[in-house]
């Protein structure tokens, strides 16, 4: 096929990552705000962020569709949810424990649950994943759960073969995303990972300090967030930092907007196609 002839994808999958309270939560709610739908997958209860009217006032709260997924250390339900979420169709998860098909709650009638089959998601429907950081856990968690419900669980020591298990589904999950056709926003932390050329760089959590330097790939845009001058600035050019990854595949960037103006909407209105 010419270059010419090639039509690429219209939907967009956006990785923001940055320190603890450094805006992340608060710039990704925002585009709730711009008009779009927001399907939330809330991994660790960063939703409450977005109760203050301060950041997201309350007529846009009805863009914002949650659905909790309390994951923790005994009960690593994430990494199966999410995964099963990106392999599409309808899903039924249920409220009280954030699982697919819940064999619990199927038997209760009056138990709440959200549906949502993300290839149907429109041009105007971003799924949010708050945050890869959570899910990167719950993917170690569940290969030694065994190993932590037993006497003394808590002092278990990770094992080269239960690294290699959370990176083998961290991958899987992280190419459901970079291959369905659908507008995605993950949230994550930041943490150092020595280069290639023996430089230590930022780079956002998503497993190991390996897997996590090469999880950009995976991403039309990176964005890091942090504060500087007591404001709040968000960069996605490749030329911002020479240790921070950030960057982007569109000619777009928001690198010089700063404090309330930030916005990251203009990396899902995808001017390439």
């Given at each position: 096929?010419n270059?010419?002839?090639?039509?690429?994808?219209?939907?967009?999958k956006?990785?923001v990552?940055g320190p603890?309270?450094?805006?992340?939560?608060?710039?990704?709610g925002?585009?709730?705000?711009?008009?779009?739908?927001?399907?939330w997958?809330?991994?660790?209860n960063?939703?409450?962020t977005?109760?203050n009217?301060a950041?997201?006032?309350?007529?846009?709260?009805?863009n914002?569709?949650v659905?909790?997924i309390?994951?923790?250390r005994?009960?690593?339900?994430?990494?199966?949810?999410?995964?099963?979420?990106l392999r599409g169709?309808?899903k039924?998860?249920?409220?009280a424990?954030?699982?697919v098909?819940?064999?619990?709650c199927?038997?209760q009638?009056?138990?709440?649950h959200?549906?949502?089959?993300?290839l149907?998601?429109g041009?105007k429907?971003?799924l949010i994943i708050?945050?890869m950081?959570q899910?990167?856990?719950s993917?170690?968690n569940?290969?030694?759960l065994?190993?932590?419900?037993?006497?003394?669980g808590e002092?278990?020591k990770?094992?080269f073969?239960?690294?290699?298990?959370?990176g083998?589904?961290?991958?899987?999950?992280l190419?459901?995303?970079q291959a369905?056709d659908?507008n995605?926003?993950?949230?994550?932390?930041?943490?150092e990972s020595?280069s290639l050329?023996g430089?230590e760089?930022i780079v956002?959590v998503a497993?190991?300090r390996?897997f996590?330097l090469?999880s950009?790939?995976?991403?039309d845009s990176v964005?890091?967030?942090?504060?500087?001058?007591k404001?709040?600035?968000?960069?996605?050019?490749?030329t911002?930092?020479p240790?921070i990854?950030?960057?982007?595949?569109?000619p777009?960037?928001?690198?010089?907007?700063?404090?309330d103006?930030?916005?990251?909407s203009?990396?899902?209105?995808?001017?390439?196609?």
């Amino acid at each position: 096929m010419n270059l010419n002839d090639y039509t690429s994808s219209s939907r967009s999958k956006v990785l923001v990552y940055g320190p603890p309270k450094s805006g992340k939560t608060a710039l990704v709610g925002k585009l709730a705000a711009a008009g779009f739908q927001l399907h939330w997958l809330d991994l660790e209860n960063g939703i409450k962020t977005l109760l203050n009217p301060a950041i997201l006032e309350p007529k846009y709260r009805g863009n914002v569709n949650v659905i909790p997924i309390p994951d923790h250390r005994l009960y690593p339900v994430a990494i199966d949810t999410v995964r099963e979420l990106l392999r599409g169709g309808l899903k039924r998860i249920c409220v009280a424990h954030g699982k697919v098909a819940c064999p619990i709650c199927s038997k209760q009638p009056d138990a709440k649950h959200s549906e949502l089959d993300i290839l149907k998601l429109g041009a105007k429907d971003i799924l949010i994943i708050d945050s890869m950081s959570q899910l990167a856990n719950s993917a170690m968690n569940r290969g030694i759960l065994k190993e932590l419900q037993k006497p003394g669980g808590e002092e278990y020591k990770k094992t080269f073969t239960d690294y290699a298990v959370q990176g083998s589904l961290m991958e899987q999950v992280l190419s459901f995303i970079q291959a369905v056709d659908v507008n995605i926003c993950v949230i994550s932390h930041e943490m150092e990972s020595e280069s290639l050329e023996g430089r230590e760089k930022i780079v956002p959590v998503a497993g190991t300090r390996n897997f996590s330097l090469t999880s950009a790939k995976y991403f039309d845009s990176v964005v890091y967030c942090t504060v500087t001058n007591k404001q709040h600035r968000a960069h996605s050019s490749t030329t911002y930092s020479p240790t921070i990854i950030t960057g982007s595949r569109l000619p777009v960037s928001i690198d010089d907007i700063k404090g309330d103006g930030l916005d990251i909407s203009p990396l899902f209105f995808n001017p390439l196609t």
